[in-house]
């Protein structure tokens, strides 16, 4: 009876670690390489062979001139996307476990919040397309929200701003979070959104002690509805859903203390921005990311732009030094996910021909391995870039 009673002990035991085992580090690429699903189709095999575990990918149904957008007037016609669905079930994904499609935050021109007739074409737009990647085999969405042309989060700018308070926005922006969540779900319960950021844009304004205060700097901050929508999301979510903040300010991080102090951001001083109501669920359904920007690094940013002008005096094997020093502190510190952006180069081909496009730069697929390398053997870094960095720093003066 003893011997029972140890066996049955270890086996329920082994079934709650595993229950609660913490997910694997994932390394996400994204950029203006982008492709569409009958690229991925095509070239799915060459694009495996370097070290990601999944991409951001587009559909070709929607609005035509610009198939990313939801929040716009008009509703898509389900066939648009019926290339895409095929396109997906025919692809044999292997070593690219988890892929998203991309959906852009940026609104039409005259699209408002409060206009019902704009919010419901918004809601059946994204239940399309969580309907065609769930179908598709996709683990979830990609949602960019920073606003390309119209910004749907700048209180100031939008259509009804003289008429609705900040705080009647708040409200409605909320509800519509709620909606366009519960709109996801109908069609892909266990979602998982990765988005490019969330609470990691505000860091200026999450120590704010005084309510109040916190509100009015919102009201004239441009993604000051953000939060609102955030908290409408977690207002419906379920429990198998996950939203990922993705930190796109990790972009320029030049030392490990930097992700500790993120992490630090997105699990525990952003909960001044989270309502008490729904602090439980943020804790544990949305998970802190972090961004790696190529172009950055690899002194792909024209030099006229003197914010980008570090990494063009670093030698190429300094450059790959600081790209797996980020890529390293990125996995080690993320929850799971970590999205890897670049403009001026192309992974997979697809802007071949572009004037202003670079190779994979020298060491950067190398750089990945070795830092994934360690983070999996859970190995240390095993080296500084402060000195490559101050040497750097001191020849831009």
């Avoid at 070593?95 to 005259?110: A, I, Q, R, S, Y």
């Avoid at 804790?283 to 690899?298: H, I, K, N, R, S």
């Avoid at 990494?311 to 020093?325: I, N, Q, V």
Wanted: net charge neutral; charged share 25%; glycine share 6%.
């Amino acid at each position: 009876m003893r011997l029972l009673f140890i066996i049955c002990f270890l086996l329920i035991s082994l079934l709650a670690m595993a229950q609660y085992e913490r997910p694997r580090k994932k390394l996400i690429e994204y950029g203006w390489d982008v492709p569409y699903t009958d690229f991925v189709r095509r070239h799915i095999r060459q694009m495996e062979k370097f070290s990601f575990d999944g991409i951001v990918l587009r559909f070709k149904g929607g609005w035509k001139s610009s198939p990313a957008h939801i929040f716009r007037k008009s509703v898509a016609d389900p066939k648009e996307y019926e290339e895409d669905l095929a396109n997906l079930k025919a692809t044999r994904f292997n070593k690219f476990t988890d892929n998203f499609v991309l959906v852009w935050g940026t609104k039409e021109k005259d699209w408002d919040w409060f206009n019902e007739g704009d919010w419901k074409a918004a809601e059946q737009n994204i239940r399309l397309i969580a309907s065609v990647a769930k179908s598709g085999g996709l683990a979830g969405i990609c949602f960019d929200p920073e606003p390309y042309n119209g910004n749907p989060w700048y209180y100031p700018s939008l259509l009804n701003a003289n008429a609705k308070s900040f705080e009647d926005y708040w409200k409605r922006v909320r509800e519509c979070g709620a909606r366009f969540i519960r709109a996801i779900q109908a069609e892909f319960p266990n979602v998982r959104i990765l988005t490019f950021f969330q609470i990691s844009i505000l860091p200026d304004i999450v120590d704010i002690p005084n309510p109040k205060e916190r509100m009015e700097k919102l009201s004239q901050h441009g993604y000051g509805l953000l939060p609102a929508f955030l908290n409408g999301i977690l207002d419906a979510i379920n429990p198998q859903a996950i939203i990922i903040d993705g930190n796109e300010p990790a972009y320029y991080y030049r030392d490990s203390t930097d992700y500790l102090r993120a992490y630090q951001l997105m699990r525990q001083r952003a909960l001044s921005l989270i309502a008490p109501e729904n602090r439980r669920k943020y804790a544990t359904q949305v998970q802190a990311g972090f961004a790696l920007y190529m172009d950055f690094y690899f002194g792909l940013i024209p030099q006229e732009y003197e914010w980008g002008r570090l990494s063009h005096y670093l030698d190429p094997e300094g450059r790959a030094r600081w790209f797996e020093h980020n890529v390293y502190y990125s996995l080690y510190t993320t929850d799971e996910y970590v999205w890897c952006y670049s403009e001026r180069m192309d992974w997979w081909g697809t802007q071949k021909g572009a004037p202003w496009l670079g190779l994979v730069p020298q060491g950067a697929e190398e750089a990945i391995r070795s830092a994934k390398e360690k983070i999996e053997k859970g190995q240390p870094l095993g080296f500084s870039i402060k000195e490559i960095l101050e040497t750097a720093q001191s020849k831009m003066k």
